[in-house]
């Protein structure tokens, strides 16, 4: 499948005629057949219904021309992100932010300005006191740095001034016996301890600070230092004495602070944007200048428009199109960028390196930038590659579920349901009071079963392979996608032993964890569900106990096999003190209990019939099963859907 079959599938269905779309397309009839016939076949299903009248999609054919306009959609938008991103108008960029302009607005300002500027340039911001703001600018965990100076013998950065501020204040705790003055001068403060940066620390606005003091002949009756500026408030905040304050802060100190001005001293000192020198990169460029503009003068009128040529630019960058780029082009990008090498990416594709480049040349000139640099390593992709390239994988995987997402629709015209369950006796109750129930109202459904772990099912259900999913409800978060509903049908616990009917615990009515610690316990590895694991894990710990975990397996029905073998015990529910797997005894533990349960998980864009009357069937036999268990003395679950 490439890009110009989805090109043809749009026209025909938009055409409804081979013939006008053949004309539309520029291509020879015959010639579109043969596509779309090669489609079908790729496909598994027919895409039209031709008919004396036109041609119309079937129901699989109107899913695929949705699925391919949406493709066609997210190829533009990927170049036009590529192409942006090499103008520097798309991308990342960290900005480190001193507490100074973080507090007095200053950031905001800043922060404002880029989202007007740049839109499509993601601006993170990372909070710092000055001394390890410097730090991460030179380890490159920052991009830009925002705030005060450092010293000028110090610097190793790129440094230029965006504006200036005064220290003209003074801030003290409001218990502090001068915090009832409207002003201070320098004499007031003789006798109180003055809280500043240690020495090695200092920034230019201390340094300066304390020049103009020693110029003036004061000298305070003590000093306390501080390693950065949270020390310095907290000692402020104690009421051990003062410190200096920007005039841009008055309005901005907390609750049991106090600003008082000083009548005879100002200080000027600047705030600063500091880069790594020659750092050259695109979107980094591009947000510096957008810090430049809030440091205009006429503030206000630098705010109306972005830089000049920028909305221009990515007007006609939204308006190219690249009608030669195939899904191929991305697959090797991809694979490139994978094995940093053109050979070793050949290799893997089973072609020839003359014929990969070739390719890759063809995709640099349908693009317009160039997406790989060359080194003695191999190749690293651009800031425009980078971009193309996490495009490119999603395109490629929504590529690949279109067979199946036809395939999906075709389930649902034919009435079949793919069921993913996980074999617990309290899934197989659950599902098989449905399924009869389904037989005998709507016969023509057919629901067909398919085993799959829990942690697999969302990705079957994105992918069409499953249209409901029936596992276990975890107290941790399985899957995030939005896309996906996982809908509680039975609450229940993880808080049973379960044993061999020969194991020497097997006729005790309860245990504690302490007397499994001879006996080896069958669990999962951590990779198949680490949150899961690791949760389970801490439950033990939290009781002292240690579980003996001599082997891992990822399958229930292997670790029940093993258990009524006498191999080891394996974690139950509360469920099986009813439904206890075959040759197997569910025994309580006291001292153990993880929140469980029985959940349905499907589509949230689900639609047909079939498969939401199997979702409703499902519904009402959990509240039989529900009911059915509540009238037992065994009952075995409480409400625990809040904690689940």
């Known amino acids: 499948m490439e890009l110009r079959h989805l090109r043809y599938l749009i026209a025909v269905a938009e055409e409804r005629s081979f013939v006008g779309a053949a004309a539309r397309l520029g291509l020879a009839q015959p010639a579109l057949s043969r596509q779309i016939r090669d489609l079908e076949h790729e496909i598994g299903t027919d895409l039209f219904i031709r008919e004396a009248s036109g041609t119309r999609p079937t129901p699989s054919g109107d899913e695929c021309v949705r699925t391919a306009r949406a493709i066609l959609d997210d190829v533009a938008a990927a170049l036009q992100r590529a192409r942006l991103a090499e103008h520097g108008l798309v991308g990342r960029c960290v900005l480190g932010a001193g507490r100074y ?41 920052v991009d830009i740095a925002f705030g005060t100076a450092p010293l000028q013998e110090a610097m190793q950065l790129a440094t230029e001034t965006h504006s200036l501020d005064v220290l003209d204040a003074i801030v003290v705790s409001r218990t502090h016996p001068l915090a009832s003055r409207t002003s201070v001068k320098l004499r007031d403060l003789e006798g109180e301890t003055w809280l500043r940066y240690a020495p090695g620390i200092d920034d230019e606005a201390t340094k300066s600070f304390q020049s103009v003091l020693t110029r003036l002949g004061f000298t305070p009756s003590a000093k306390r230092m501080a390693v950065n500026l949270d020390a310095l408030r907290m000692l402020v905040r104690s009421g051990a004495g003062w410190m200096a304050l920007p005039r841009s802060m008055r309005n901005s100190l907390n609750n049991g602070l106090v600003a008082i001005p000083l009548d005879d ?34 503030p206000d009128v630098a705010m109306k428009e972005p830089p000049s040529g920028i909305r221009a630019l990515a007007a006609s960058e ?57 080194t003695s390593r191999g190749v690293v992709p651009t800031l425009a ?56 109202r709507l016969p023509a459904i057919n629901v067909r079963l398919e085993e799959i772990p829990t942690p697999a099912q969302a990705t079957a259900l994105r992918e069409a392979r499953l249209d409901i999913g029936l596992g276990h409800r975890q107290p941790t978060t ?22 061999s009917e020969r194991h020497p615990l097997a006729m005790r009515k ?11 316990l069958l669990f999962m590895e951590r990779q198949f569900s680490p949150a899961l694991y690791d949760y389970v894990m801490s439950t033990f710990a939290r009781t002292g106990f240690t579980p003996r975990v001599d082997g891992e397996y990822n399958g229930l029905s292997t670790v029940w096999a093993l258990a009524a073998q006498g191999l080891g015990w394996c974690i139950g529910t509360q469920s099986q003190l009813a439904f206890p797997p075959a040759s197997l005894v569910a025994i309580p533990i006291r001292d153990f209990h993880v929140p469980w349960g029985i959940e349905v998980s499907y589509r949230g864009d689900e639609r047909r019939a079939p498969v939401l009357e199997v979702i409703q069937s499902l519904r009402h036999a959990a509240r039989e099963l529900d009911a059915s268990m509540a009238s037992q003395e065994n009952k075995y679950w409480s409400d625990l859907e809040a904690s689940a």
């Open 318 to 374: 939204a308006a190219r199109t690249a009608s030669k780029l195939e899904l191929r082009h991305l697959r090797y990008f991809t694979a490139i960028v994978q094995y940093e090498s053109i050979g070793r990416a050949a290799e893997a594709l089973e072609l020839t390196q003359p014929a990969l480049s070739r390719q890759l040349r063809d995709l640099e000139q349908e693009v317009g930038v160039t997406l790989l640099t060359r």
């Open 510 to 520: 309860a245990i504690v964890l302490a007397d499994l610690h001879d006996s080896p």
């Open 265 to 298: 001293l100002a200080v000027p000192f600047r705030y600063v944007v500091m880069q790594r020198r020659n750092d050259a990169r695109p979107a980094v460029r591009s947000i510096l200048r957008s810090i430049r503009r809030t440091a205009q003068r006429e």
């Open 478 to 499: 399985m899957d995030l996608d939005p896309n996906i509903v996982r809908e509680l049908l039975l609450p229940d616990a993880m808080a049973t032993a379960l044993v």
């Open 101 to 141: 302009p973080l507090w007095n607005g200053l950031l905001a300002r800043i922060v404002d300005q880029a989202k007007t500027d740049y839109p499509g340039i993601d601006v993170v911001i990372q909070e710092f006191s000055d001394e390890n703001q410097w730090q991460a600018l030179a380890d490159a965990q």
């Open 385 to 440: 590659g980078e971009s193309l390239n996490q495009d490119a994988l999603a395109i490629l995987r929504s590529a690949a579920r279109l067979p199946s997402e036809a395939q999906r629709v075709v389930r649902g015209t034919a009435g079949d349901c793919v069921v993913g369950l996980v074999p617990s006796p309290l899934i197989w109750e659950t599902l098989t009071s449905a399924v009869a129930e389904i037989a005998t």
